[in-house]
């Protein structure tokens, strides 16, 4: 197993990591083809990175998007879409992935590692926890623009 950061486009990524976002949908609806422009601007931006858990036959088994966000105090990694196939949870991929994503903050200045995780996401909260994160009080917004 290998943890890296995806360095190009292909139909195959593009593929398995959108089989990994309908596991982590909470409707387990299939989000649509993943943009290969789009793709390739998180891939050409210092300000992600898309980390990939593969397995010995370069199968993509764990997806994490990085971002860096800031304010006027510091800089923050932030975690979006993080998801380890359902078919080996438990081996320590998610694991894995975590020390990579601290080691990616850690390597770009950042201060912390934000992230939000649904209600009914007991699982998800109970490994975050254990990995040391903390739950704090605050509201989270969207807004369409």
């Known amino acids: 197993m290998k943890i890296t950061k995806l360095e190009k486009y292909t139909p195959e990524a593009a593929n398995q990591i959108r ?3 309908i596991q982590l949908s909470r409707t387990h609806k299939d989000p ?3 943009s290969k422009q789009y793709i ?6 210092p300000y992600h990175d898309i980390l990939i858990a593969q397995t010995d036959d370069d199968k993509i088994v764990g997806v ?3 971002s860096i966000i800031a304010n006027f105090k510091k800089k923050k990694a932030y975690l979006e879409d993080f998801v380890t196939d359902d078919n080996i949870r438990g081996q320590g991929i998610g694991s894995k992935m975590w ?3 601290l080691i990616w903050a850690k390597n770009h200045n ?3 590692l934000d992230f939000t995780s649904g209600k009914g ?5 109970d490994f975050y926890l254990h990995k040391g994160a903390t739950i704090y009080d605050t509201n989270f917004f969207r807004r369409q623009v």
């Open 64 to 66: 994490a998007l990085l």
């Open 32 to 34: 649509g083809e993943i």
């Open 99 to 101: 020390e990579e994503m």
């Open 121 to 125: 996401r007991e699982a998800a909260w």
């Open 40 to 45: 390739r601007e998180l891939i050409a931006s």
């Open 110 to 112: 950042c201060t912390e």
């Open 19 to 21: 089989q990994l976002l």
